[in-house]
């Protein structure tokens, strides 16, 4: 049987987020109900919210960076039980039998990957509704294992910002004698850093802040690079072996491609848009890679979880109610947030 939700969402492109009733539906043998105790606030949510992108299917309710209990279960379900702590991120499905999805990379399904919110239920159609929201339903193999130790109130952003940037730092193997560049400094940026710290690399950061050094250094940056001073830029000059580009807009990336190392390659994580061309020398001369990496599969988003656990990496967050969601949406537009917003879904009743 169905059950009624509660949630907030966009009814039409430009409105504020308000709230919505809903349903969610029968769990299938497969199905895991999850209550969702904190979901983090992604720029993807207030983009998708507001049809930035001219695919959102209204009403939306946004939210993909979820934490909570286990409170059903469908009869085929073995991985997780009621009670458990768990986490869903931005896939709640994709086709399972594709190259991408047997490797362990749903987020590059050929079929393509239903995401979490705004996507297309594979079995009936039905629009996804996303984490901000009370409760959710999803199939087992999407559901994450939070592991004993890790913080639910902070841990709910590193479903999309932790998985964006452990994803491409593990598969440039990042770590130990590694020297790794950090463009944009927000909550990806953030993120990158904090893990490639973790992981044991020597970090810099690349900004257009002097102000950012000092925040820079806390989070565990070794440098601070200020890509407006010409000299420091040519002084950097194929340093890094790995460049994180985490900024959000288009931009040039021919400066970020001219402090990569030989065989180093610098990788889009933060802009969805159309990006400058650049003279190809950036990459002749030196065999340099300029890549793109989304979000991460579910074995991967796993292996962060249990990593962040253990070297105890966690976002720095502000913890805000559900009311408040339009307020947020606007700080986070003004970068007024160091620097990710959690939503307590608790506060959901409070209407």
Known sequence: MMTQAIGYAAYEAGAPLAPFNFERRELRGNDVAVRIEYCGVCHSDLHQSRNDWHNTAYP???????VGEVIAVGP??????PGSKVAIGCLVDSCRVCSPCQHGLEQFCEQYATATYNGKDRVTGDLTYGGYSDHIVTREEFVLTVPDGLDMERAAPLLCAGITTWSPLRHWNAGPGKRVAVAGLGGLGHMAVKLAVALGADVTVVTTSAS??????????HDVLLSTDAAAMAAARNRFDLVLDTIPVGHDVAPYLGITA???ATVVLGAIDMLPSFHTGSLLMGRKTLAGSIIGGIAETQEMLDFCAEKGVLPDCETISMQ???EAFERMERSDVKYRFVIDMNTLQER
Do not use: Y
């Not at 939306?60 to 979820?66: L, R, T």
């Not at 085929?76 to 039980?81: N, R």
């Not at 950012?212 to 940056?221: H, I, N, S, T, W």
């Open 60 to 66: 939306c309710v946004p939210g993909h960076e979820i």
């Open 76 to 81: 085929e379900v073995t991985k997780v039980a």
């Open 212 to 221: 950012k050094a000092d925040d820079a250094r806390a989070l565990g940056a």
């Open 262 to 264: 030989l065989d180093g």
């Open 324 to 326: 408040s969601i339009n």
